[in-house]
């Protein structure tokens, strides 16, 4: 069913469309260390896409490539129907793809108000005279921008933090607001590396139930890194397996369960 | 009020004008070091090319001639029109903008994440580059800047305050530029933080300075953001320029100033606005004060090395600087 271009609806009633990012025959070298080895898969529109596998699999090098922060040796990444040229991150971010941090890369001098503005840097538009200036055009976008923000920041509930400098927060709000600044940008595709790495079981719970809201409300394409099965395996429509920089298993989340490969590379293989 | 105390104070006001001075090339080096971490030797040279392309500009003067002269034989000097200030200054700030793209274009793009040592090697070449070119340009005599800013003590001052401390008492002594200075340097910095703080360039320029990979990913451009901040830089040079040109005539010593600002860095701290500033009135307000009180018990000229001992001192006792961030390495 799902091997089809057509859209079909999931046994909770949302809609997955055509594929949205198509990565094909990815190979990333490091020097002489193949990071990535001829890697294919695809992102449909609407669903939540997991890239699991034990540590060095090659799965944040694989989400590199698709924000641009890496670029592959071979193969080709499809956004929307179109082959993309090798992209600096900048602009990747400025096609409609934003991105968190394994290691959360916020802008600590900050505040969470401002590192969130500054996901609504893409929107912004009117000129630098103008803005130096803060004439009309660019007051009105000021305006629209700060609305646009303060909606995100009900959405994930940070109201009494938003005029706290980010070092001062704890990690698992941190990770949220990372988020926050993520989704101000209103992204087509959302790359989430590892966003409960590290939280305990409540901050898990919330940042799951975050990530199937943004989804279902918005309509969010996301696809993210995840550590922990039990999550990876409740929230996602898909998941794609790596191992060693190889792809081991693709499909839901009960088929990769059944299938040996993936089992082995958990579980390890009895040698004898 | 004696007049003792009241010379004490004229000497305190004098010095914090001073100290806007060095705080104004201060100022560039903390642009240019937050967002890029460079630390830019040739901001002191930026200053007198600034002043130096002012005054040929005004004054008509053609660029190269001198060396045009000796390829073609040729005898012009002078495009035989002068350029009103206002215009000049605008000229002045388009070849400044030109520089930053260039500077970064050919330079510091292709030293993208080198060490800070060989980031400052390569800003030492630029300065004795840019020194050269602007010798080039516009010759290498000393110009005096007619920008219309006043000059000398201002009498209004000095009538009003003249008889506080007695009959004895003429008056604070307060030279006119160095209050056009403050003006400007008030004007300037508040004109930086507000672009800072509420612009989108801004928002950018500071995100930059922060988190370079996080910047990417919000989608700015760092090659943009960077000629942005050494256009910024270029614009302070040219202000510290006028001033000191106007003060001290445009000449090649100018870019010397670059060292005074070194101790004002060592206080405030490399990566603060603020720091820049209280950083160059404590310098300015302690020199005057140092030679004014302890200066004739040990023969003077304390002025010239005041300023580097209580950098030292700094550096022992407080490296970050007043306003610095801390330096902490993860282990």
Do not use: C
């Not at chain 2, 800013?149 to 004895?168: H, N, R, Y």
């Amino acid at each position: 069913m799902k091997d089809t271009v057509d859209s079909y609806v999931t046994d909770d009633g949302r809609t997955i469309g055509g594929v949205m990012m198509d990565m094909r025959g990815i190979t990333l070298r490091f020097g002489g260390v193949e990071a990535i080895k001829d890697i294919s898969f695809d992102i449909r529109e609407g669903e939540i896409r997991a890239i699991i596998g034990p540590n060095g699999a090659g799965k944040s090098s694989m989400l590199n490539v698709i924000s641009g922060f890496y670029h592959p040796q071979e193969g080709e990444v499809w956004f929307r129907g179109e082959k993309r040229p090798p992209m600096k991150p900048y602009q990747v971010a400025r096609q409609g793809i934003a991105r968190t941090f394994q290691n959360i890369a916020l802008f600590e001098g900050m505040s969470v108000l401002d590192n969130i503005m500054t996901g609504r840097l893409t929107h912004m538009k009117s000129g630098m005279l103008a803005q130096a200036l803060w004439m009309g055009k660019a007051e009105r976008e000021e305006t629209e921008n700060r609305e646009a923000v303060e909606r995100i920041i009900d959405f994930l509930e940070i109201q009494a933090i938003r005029k706290t400098p980010v070092s001062r927060l704890p990690y698992g709000l941190k990770k949220r607001v990372e988020l926050a600044r993520a989704l101000a940008a209103e992204p087509k595709l959302l790359l989430l590396d590892e966003p409960m790495a590290g939280m305990n079981v409540e901050e898990k719970e919330d940042m799951s139930r975050y990530i199937l809201d943004v989804n279902d409300e918005f309509g969010t394409t996301v696809a993210l890194i995840e550590h922990d099965m039990g999550v990876v395996m409740d929230i996602s429509d898909r998941v794609v397996v790596m191992d060693y920089g190889r792809k081991i298993g693709d499909g839901t989340p009960s088929e990769v369960r059944n299938n040996q490969d993936v089992i082995d590379a958990y579980l390890g293989v009895a040698h004898d | 009020m004696s007049a003792d105390f009241l010379y004490g104070i004229e000497v305190v006001i004098n010095g914090l004008m001073a100290g806007v001075m060095y705080a104004l090339v201060a100022l560039g080096f903390v642009l240019i070091f937050k967002a890029s971490g460079i630390f830019n030797y040739a901001q002191g040279v930026m200053a007198l090319f600034a002043a130096l392309t002012l005054v040929g500009v005004m004054e008509g003067q053609v660029p190269f001639s001198h060396l045009i002269n000796a390829v073609f034989g040729t005898e012009i000097h002078h495009f035989g029109w002068t350029v009103p200030a206002f215009a000049a200054i605008l000229v002045t700030l388009g070849v400044m903008i030109f520089f930053a793209w260039a500077v970064h274009t050919f330079v510091f793009r292709h030293l993208v994440g080198q060490e800070p040592i060989i980031l400052f090697m390569a800003t030492i070449g630029l300065a004795y580059f840019l020194e050269g070119v602007g010798d080039l340009m516009w010759g290498s005599d000393i110009k005096t800047l007619a920008v219309g800013l006043p000059q000398g003590g201002s009498l209004f001052v000095e009538d009003l305050t003249a008889g506080l401390g007695g009959d004895d008492f003429y008056g604070f002594f307060i030279d006119k530029l160095d209050m056009v200075a403050t003006l400007v340097a008030i004007v300037l910095v508040a004109a930086l933080i507000g672009f800072a703080q509420y612009t989108k360039q801004g928002r950018a320029m500071r995100a930059v300075a922060d988190d370079h990979q996080a910047a990417l990913s919000v989608g700015i451009s760092l090659n943009y953001i960077w000629v942005l901040v050494w256009s910024l830089a270029g614009l302070v040079a040219l202000v510290a320029g006028v001033m000191w040109g106007a003060k001290s005539g445009v000449q090649f010593s100018l870019s010397l100033i670059a060292l005074k600002a070194l101790p004002v860095l060592m206080l405030g701290g490399f990566t603060s606005i603020p720091g820049a500033i209280v950083g160059g009135l404590i310098i300015g307000v302690g020199e005057k004060l140092f030679e004014y009180m302890i200066g004739p018990m040990i023969g003077g000229a304390t002025e010239n090395w005041f300023a580097y001992v209580l950098a030292l001192i700094f550096l022992v006792f407080r490296p970050q600087g007043l306003f610095g961030e801390k330096i902490i390495e993860r282990v």
